[in-house]
């Protein structure tokens, strides 16, 4: 069974940064793509940043600029170095990787296999 586990959340002043992690249960490049989700209370699960094996990067335009998706094969981890917070990035973010297969990993539409638990951002004045 595969496991994702998420950590690196937590409270920080807008303007600060916070690096989430995911390690995964099984080896990263069993998961052609990768992604971090983030949910708000009220509001649908978006999609914030997926990261293909290939090392393609996509990122919501809401985010473009100010956050970093990576990967990491060799420990099994993916990344995600947030800069520049602001309090519209609160949320809760969760990891996702899918099993099959694709040549792309679009924002909409990511065909997700395995989530994590989720962790807590909280941006604040």
């Known amino acids: 069974q595969v496991q994702l586990v998420e950590s690196g959340g937590g409270s920080v002043q807008i303007g600060g940064s916070l690096r989430l992690a995911c390690v995964t249960s099984?080896?990263?490049?069993?998961?052609?793509?990768m992604a971090w989700f983030r949910q708000s209370p009220g509001k649908e699960r978006e999609a914030v940043a997926t990261?293909?094996?290939?090392?393609?990067?996509i990122y919501a335009d809401s985010v473009q600029g100010r956050f970093t998706i990576s990967r990491d094969l060799d420990k099994n981890t993916l990344y995600l170095q947030m800069d520049s917070l602001r309090p519209e990035d609160t949320a809760m973010y969760y990891c996702?990787?899918?099993?099959?297969?694709?040549?792309?990993?679009?924002?909409?539409?990511?065909?997700?296999?395995?989530w994590g638990q989720g962790t807590q951002v909280t941006v604040s004045s």
């Open positions: 996702a990787a899918n099993a099959n297969w694709v040549n792309y990993c679009p924002l909409q539409g990511l065909e997700v296999d395995y």
């Open positions: 099984t080896r990263a490049n069993r998961h052609p793509c």
């Open positions: 990261h293909h094996m290939d090392h393609t990067r």
